[in-house]
Every structure is written in C-alpha cells, then in structure tokens.
C-alpha cells in the first residue's frame, strides 16, 4: 500500500468529498486505489463522513502495528485489539472530527509524507484546536 498523506486543512472550497475527489484524480499514478474504490472499502470496513465543509473516510486499527496493513483497508483488525482511528483522507475543517462520538478511542494517526504518526487523541485534538486554529 502506498503511504500517501491525504490531508486537505482548511477552506477546500463547497464540498469537500469534490477536493478529495479530485486530489484523488490528480495523484492516481502514485496511488492503489481510486477515489470510489477506497470510499467503497471505507463504507464498509470504516467511516465516512461529508459534510458541506469536512470529508474524512477513516477506520478503527491497532496502534503500533505495521504501517501496510495500517494503511490498507481491507484489512480488518481484531475488535478486541483496536486502539486508535486511522484517518486516510480528510479534507476541510479537520477540527470538527473530535465532535464525532464515534472517535472515542485512545490513539489516532495518519500518513503525512510518507511517515505514518500516531499520538494520544486528547494529544491531538488540543494541536488541532490550538496551534491549526481549527473548529473547537
């Protein structure tokens, strides 16, 4: 699986799921995945959640473990091991994904430049919130 950071912060313009649909588009050679293939696995094995000013598609996964299958979402986790949300792609007001009661676990991480980081969600939130200025 390609590690690609998908993570568009701020005013994407109306739509969000359009951004990424087209971030999608403009980087497909150095993807797996299209854009509908990857929502499809998300509705599925995941979440998704557009609004008029934030998309995310992110899934439950286990903090610490190999980065690949982190990163791919057909594969599927033991319920008893999951930890942490793993956001895929997210364009937006990135803020507003702590409202979501459904992020009630420990630990998050992502994909930016290739690195996947994982931290404390609370730890998270507080970086969102604060230093991005993002939704509080």
């Not at 979440?47 to 598609?57: N, R």
Request: hydrophobic residues 45%; glycine residues 6%.
């Amino acid at each position: 699986m390609t590690m690609t950071g998908r993570m568009l912060f701020g005013d994407v313009g109306p739509y969000p799921i359009l951004r990424m649909r087209q971030w999608y588009a403009d980087h497909a050679d150095e993807l797996l995945m299209s854009f509908d293939e990857e929502l499809d696995l998300y509705t599925l094995n995941g979440e998704v959640h557009s609004t008029k000013t934030l998309f995310a598609m992110f899934r439950p996964v286990v903090a610490g473990a190999d980065a690949a299958l982190i990163c791919n979402p057909r594969v599927e986790f033991r319920e008893d091991d999951i930890n942490c949300w793993f956001i895929a792609a997210a364009a937006g007001d990135i803020g507003q994904l702590y409202k979501w009661e459904s992020l009630k676990l420990p630990y998050i991480c992502w994909v930016n430049r290739g690195e996947m980081y994982t931290m404390e969600m609370d730890r998270a939130k507080r970086i969102l919130t604060s230093v991005l200025n993002l939704s509080r």
